[in-house]
């Protein structure tokens, strides 16, 4: 169990730009959940998955924002035409999703995006 | 509409004394309650959590209270610990694990 995995820890940008980032959920966890934070405030629920299912999207989520699971494994999550207000981190996290509905999230260390 | 508020933005505390963290929740809903701390630059960490079953959820120094009917939990640390000085996320849970957050308080713990 190496944990949740995010690549890149960083990403600058300038606006107008794609960008994409990647999280590895812990091995043989059904459901992956991006969050996204912005300073001062709690983590906010973009969406989720369960296997490569997309089965909620926050409105946060606007048509420019597409998050993939293919094969039910690791996810990336893609932002077109990236604007300032953008800016802020990105979490990952992963559950079991075996039927236990109380389940606590493991989160990786985020994506830290700053677009210019 | 915020579901999970944490009020107090910051709590300082003297090494070795009881930090109290509270948290208060409007969504009936949900039945499953959830302490993160955080450092920065890094993901949330999971603490301690408690069902809507139970009033109180021990594990060594930490110790989650939930008042239902109040829409209220909180959770004490004792004794802290200078290590403790992080940023203290309440989130709940209802119908599937998506957790909704507060906004933190950031604890200090003086030496």
């Known amino acids: 169990d190496t944990g949740v995995s995010q690549d890149p820890r960083h990403k600058i940008t300038k606006r107008g730009q794609n960008v994409t980032f990647r999280c590895d959920p812990i091995?043989?966890?059904?459901?992956l959940y991006w969050y996204r934070q912005t300073l001062g405030q709690g983590p906010e629920f973009l969406t989720y998955?369960?296997?490569?299912?997309?089965?909620?999207k926050s409105r946060l989520l606007s048509d420019r924002f597409s998050a993939e699971r293919p094969k039910g494994s690791f996810s990336t999550l893609e932002i077109q035409r990236t604007e300032q207000g953008d800016s802020a981190m990105y979490l990952c996290a992963s559950s079991s999703g075996y039927g236990n509905l109380n389940e606590k999230l493991f989160f990786g260390s985020g994506t830290q995006l700053s677009v210019l | 509409d915020q579901q999970v508020k944490q009020n107090s933005p910051s709590l300082s505390v003297q090494e070795g004394r009881i930090s109290i963290l509270n948290c208060d929740y409007t969504?009936?809903?949900?039945?499953?309650f959830l302490w993160y701390k955080k450092y920065p630059a890094e993901g949330p960490t999971f603490l301690i959590s408690i069902s809507s079953i139970k009033d109180k959820n021990e594990d060594g120094r930490f110790t989650v209270f939930l008042n239902k009917s109040a829409k209220h939990l909180s959770l004490h640390i004792v004794p802290s610990q200078p290590g403790d000085s992080a940023v203290y996320f309440c989130a709940a849970s209802g119908a599937n694990s998506k957790l909704t957050f507060g906004k933190g308080i950031t604890l200090s713990v003086r030496p």
């Open positions: 091995s043989e966890h059904n459901r």
């Open positions: 969504n009936s809903m949900f039945d499953y």
């Open positions: 998955f369960q296997n490569e299912a997309q089965l909620e």
